[in-house]
């Protein structure tokens, strides 16, 4: 996989005989040419991460795995070098109508980078992969998504090329709660867990006073009514599963997050040390849900790469 994904404006050649091209792969940020569509030739223009340009080492691929009664497709990244590689499971956010793309994602070609096979998998409630793919995610958040996730990261780790047991899960947002609802449920699967800016209780996040109606009666449908459902939201939050946690764990969070509140990162916390866990944590006290910026992307993943390294590098 890798094929480059490609955009050309073009003017009437009477007009121009110029085309913008803008081209992107999951090894390349992107560039900018100009295209004489007289002469075919093209002269690169700039690019919106110049230091990047033909340095990116990694191969790109794309498979399916049967969970239940669909097919899930997932992406795997690979570095050119040093395998078996430790294999870090990257869930997206959303999670709903959120998708993976086999285009360039700089958190994927960071760990690439850094030595990390990088797994992505769009889980049932993906977009991207047709309506009954995404349909297929309502109520599904604690159930088969997680569920989606774990076949494609046991398929991912009987590959020659991949250490099964250096297995580490990474999430943000959506990513987050899987991140520690996988490390709870499958220890032996994973070795580690990142959550980033996690949902910690559904009950709460359904019931969050940042959102709004609108999205409180959308997140009824997805999750269920914080509190007719308020006992299957609760055994399905990790929050609540704490006690049941074995494997290293980094919880990260923003305190100024107006989408996932900084609470869930605190309700999580109390819990951990109540049924005495060990884990590492680091609040970042000025940054909100997203690290918009590149230094607050790269601090955040200077914490996330410091951590791995402990877990994953032998």
């Not at 958040?141 to 899960?169: F, K, N």
């Not at 032996?188 to 019931?207: E, H, K, M, P, R």
């Not at 990790?238 to 969070?253: D, N, Q």
Request: net charge negative; glycine share 8%; hydrophobic share 40%.
């Amino acid at each position: 996989s890798g094929v480059p994904r490609i955009w050309t404006i073009t003017d009437s050649p009477r007009r121009s005989p110029f085309s913008i091209v803008y081209m992107e792969a999951h090894d390349d940020p992107g560039s900018l040419y100009s295209l004489d569509q007289r002469s075919g030739e093209s002269y690169y223009l700039g690019s919106p991460y110049p230091a990047l340009r033909n340095t990116l080492e990694a191969s790109l691929v794309s498979g399916t795995v049967r969970s239940g009664e669909l097919d899930i497709p997932y992406l795997l990244s690979l570095p050119r070098k040093g395998a078996p590689y430790p294999l870090v499971v990257f869930p997206h956010g959303g999670p709903i109508g959120i998708f993976d793309t086999p285009y360039f994602d700089s958190t994927t070609q960071f760990l690439v980078a850094n030595g990390y096979a990088v797994l992505r998998v769009n889980f049932r409630g993906s977009g991207g992969h047709g309506d009954a793919l995404e349909a297929a995610g309502v109520g599904e958040w604690g159930g088969m998504m997680l569920e989606d996730i774990h076949q494609a990261t046991r398929e991912a780790s009987r590959r020659p090329h991949i250490d099964g047991t250096r297995v580490c899960v990474f999430g943000n947002s959506y990513g987050g709660y899987a991140a520690y609802m996988l490390a709870i449920r499958h220890p032996n699967t994973f070795a580690c867990a990142v959550a980033g800016a996690a949902i910690s209780d559904l009950a709460l996040y359904a019931n969050s006073s940042a959102i709004t109606d609108a999205q409180r009666d959308w997140l009824r449908t997805q999750l269920g009514d914080p509190r007719a459902d308020y006992d299957k939201l609760k055994a399905i939050s990790p929050a609540y599963l704490a006690r049941e946690l074995s494997v290293p764990l980094l919880v990260l969070h923003g305190a100024r997050d107006d989408i996932v509140e900084v609470e869930h990162a605190y309700r999580m916390k109390v819990m951990l040390e109540k049924h005495g866990k060990s884990f590492s944590w680091h609040l970042f006290e000025d940054e909100d849900h997203d690290f918009d910026t590149a230094s607050e992307q790269a601090q955040w993943m200077r914490v996330v790469n410091d951590f791995l390294k402990r877990q994953l590098i032998k």
